[in-house]
């Protein structure tokens, strides 16, 4: 697409940045950054789905959580778990619990898919916290993380931090350009036209019904990869991790990104963790940093206000490579 | 067995189940789900008066308002610091429900006149906000602690029902001034001039500009209307749930899963769809426990299956 | 006379109490132009929308003959599979993707036709027979120029224009026109109506027109609907001839015919 090239070079530019990061960087920078791109794979998920799709949903934390808690029952109790088994069986579960609700989900729009996208993630909440099979309200603890072997050889020791950072990061790259394939490809220009007019694009022969449901499988599989990458990267899962503040905040994500840009989102998800590091960071803002969440919520009250296309929208950046479907918008 | 803790954001905060260790076990007979029966009126003609604000403030003006849970737990916070200083629940409500009257019209003015011609995404991501922010007000000024509410002296007996089983009249007491507000709420949107300017924003929005009613006004009363409604029902429950902090989001989740039953925009739908889903939750706590949070979700996903939209349309 | 490849039979809708469309009958056949006019309110918007499946009847049912002979009921199907199966609409409130440019207005129409378009990896744009039946019906509406402007930036005459060509696009069989001329000068409906006649030898077409003249220039055969009922059918000297036709405009509107 048209401005495809100017945003390129700065991606490019910054994805070496990040790969050389584990070589200079503290610990404690290592596993926040880790954190971030894992958040940006789950919001460059949700943006599939609310930024192309037009389906605004408040429970894909759902997804993120079900992956995790896979991974959790499946993984033995204090041994590692072989990645080849656990990663497609917990992306699996979510492309299945995707189809399941989706087929519910769908048969709504507009306010009523936002709400009851929240209550089914709300549904697998109850499910993990109330059930034998979560562990309550305290979760599950995943004492090693996966491997990474082809026969006796390792391929990637993930206990390493760096190697965990590169792999991440790795699987981010992976996940961008396959959305951007995607979202390029017949299939993903028919995805735009349902958000920007579905009645017309059934008209047209479309059957809308069965692109929205891909989209909703596609856009929860990615998203369970990002709740895998979670639950082994921090160790454990309790039902919080499927609350509806973590569908909330990745939702905040995809905004502040400006939606209806892939990189956009994965922008959003750094500007938001990065924010919410330095908000609560107690050496700078001392007894208030606790409640930093009132500074939180302010400035999404402000974004909200007064920019109605996000962070992206703020710094002027050639956030709309999908000029053609946002040009003109409002 | 899992019991609930308060204050965990798993529990159904409106709901503590009478006699919760001893009775569970008990098999069914007639006095026990008589008294579930009762439990589960309650518990949904509560949910029915934050609902109806939910589901009016969306059919008139168009706005999710994810923010509509922190009013009930606003109200239950009023309620407890007044009764603390008063000494008296009933005065403190008395004096709770002009404030919250007044930070409705407040609020409306302030931040939702804004929304009103935005997208449903611009309306979550301030409403969220807003909701960390009333969390955070209230840890700064409640603080983070659990608080118990006393049963006003009037209210404290309980009426026995067999030899040992006895229903709270407290409890008896909410659902009937629940039943009072809905009531009052029938004459409101039937009877009333206000009532007709709601019925006619719910069909049809322009139309009511067009009929030379002072819209903004309109929007500012049935705002404070809902938020007033929804801080009353956390007044009455405060005494039977207890107060503690995140308690307006489960309620503000089961709301949307009323509202969705009943049909968006439609108050009559949502009494209905809040008392089936007291009673499934209460029943269901009754007969599989684990399963419990569950129910009331799948009953939502059954009536996806028949009427995606709703049971009723408009008001 | 060929068989009908389109017939509606008792076709109903019911909102609530109102009755936008009561029992109508009618048939399309191919390398005729069927006129539906009636005074506004008549329900033949509605009866389009049943026909192409935006709405479906409370009773009656629309019978369908595929290219392969194959008879389909119609009626309660949705409606992009009754697109599919060849049946074709333009609205009378103009109904495009705004937001997009001309051109992808057109090669998202060319692509419903694409057997299953659900190869996720291959570029949009690297698909040269969509990109080249997009490009020749924009240059058949005229729209060459305007290819890569926003449908939104264009006139509203450039935009119903727009609107057939990605109806054609999509290779009907059978052609739902709502008002085209609805907005139009004089210069683009003479456009259209030629474009009309074009078509008439291979398709099926159903014409709702205000516009009596352009309706007696390419009608050939007439239903006059008036609340929601079909009062009389025929030939168009039938139609003008008709007493209750006559009573029915003169008493709704003044305009008469050129109502």
Known sequence: MRTKRAVLLPLVLLTLLLAVFPLVGETFYIQLLTKVMIMAIFAMSLDLLVGYTGLVSLGH???????????????????????????????????????????????????????????????????????????????????????????????????????????????MAVVYLFLRRVLDSNFGRALVGIKTNEHRLQALGFPTFRYKLASYMLSGTLAGLAGYLAAAQFGFVNPEILGWHTSGGVLMMVILGGMGSVHGAALGAFAFILLQEVLSNQSWFGAVAKHWQLAMGLFIIGVALLLPRGLMGLMGVAGYFTGKAKSVDE | ????????????????????????????????????????????????????????????????????????????????????????????????????????????????????????????????????????????????????????????????????????????????????????????????????????????????????????LLYTLIFALGVALAAFAGMIAAPVSSVYPNMGAQVLIICFVVVVIGGIGSVWGALLASVLIGLTDTFGKVLLPEYAGVSTYLLMALVLLWRPEGLFKRI | MSEAILRAESLTKRFGGLTAVSEVTLELHVGQVHAVIGPNGAGKSTLTNLLSGDLPPSAGVIHYLDEAQVRHNLAGMKSDRIARLGIGRSYQKTNIFLPFTAFENCRLAAQSRLPRAWRIFRGADRYADVNAIAERSLQAAGLSERSEMPAAALSHGEQRQLEIAMCLETQPRVLLLDEPLAGMGPQESQRIIELIRQLTPAHAIMLIEHDMDAVFAVAHCLTVMVNGEVIESGAPAEIRASLKVQQAYLGDAHGGFNG
Not at chain 1, 98 to 110: C, D, I, N, P
Not at chain 2, 180 to 198: D, F, N
């Open chain 2, 1 to 216: 067995m899992f019991i609930p803790r308060a204050g965990t954001r798993g529990q159904a905060p409106l709901l503590i189940p009478h006699n919760r260790d001893s009775e569970e076990t008990r098999p069914m007979d007639t006095a026990f789900f008589f008294i579930q029966l009762l439990n589960g009126l309650q518990y949904g003609l509560l949910l029915f008066l934050v609902a109806c604000g939910l589901t009016l403030i969306f059919g008139i003006m168009g706005i999710i308002n994810l923010a509509h849970g922190s009013f009930y737990m606003i109200g239950a916070y009023i309620a407890w610091s007044l009764a603390s200083m008063t000494g008296n629940l009933a005065l403190a409500i008395l004096l709770g429900i002009p404030l919250t009257v007044l930070l409705g019209m407040l609020l409306e003015w302030l931040l939702f006149r804004y929304l009103y011609a935005r997208d449903h995404l611009y309306q979550v991501l301030m409403t969220y906000g807003l909701i960390l922010v009333f969390e955070e007000l209230r840890s700064l000024v409640w603080g983070d602690d659990v608080h118990g509410v006393a049963v006003p002296a009037l209210l404290a007996g309980s009426i026995p029902l067999t030899d040992n089983l006895s229903y709270p009249i407290y409890r008896l007491a909410i659902s009937v001034i629940c039943l009072v507000l809905a009531g009052g709420l029938y004459w409101l949107i039937q009877k009333t001039r206000l009532g007709m300017m709601i019925r006619a924003g719910s069909t049809n929005r322009e139309m009511v500009q067009a009929l030379g009613i002072n819209i903004k």
């Open chain 1, 61 to 171: 934390a759902a997804f993120y959580g079900l992956a995790g808690y896979v991974l959790a029952r499946v993984a033995p109790q204090y041994e590692p778990a072989s990645l080849w088994t656990t990663l497609p069986l917990a992306m699996a579960a979510c492309a299945a619990f995707a189809l399941l609700t989706g087929l519910l989900v769908l048969r709504t729009s507009g306010v009523y898919f936002i709400m009851v996208t929240l209550a089914f993630a709300q549904m697998l909440f109850f499910v993990f916290h109330d059930t034998p099979i979560g562990g309550g309200s305290d979760g599950i603890y995943i004492y090693a993380k996966p491997l990474v072997k082809i026969g006796e050889t390792t391929l990637l020791d993930l206990e390493d931090r760096s190697v965990f950072f590169w792999f991440v990061l790795g699987l």
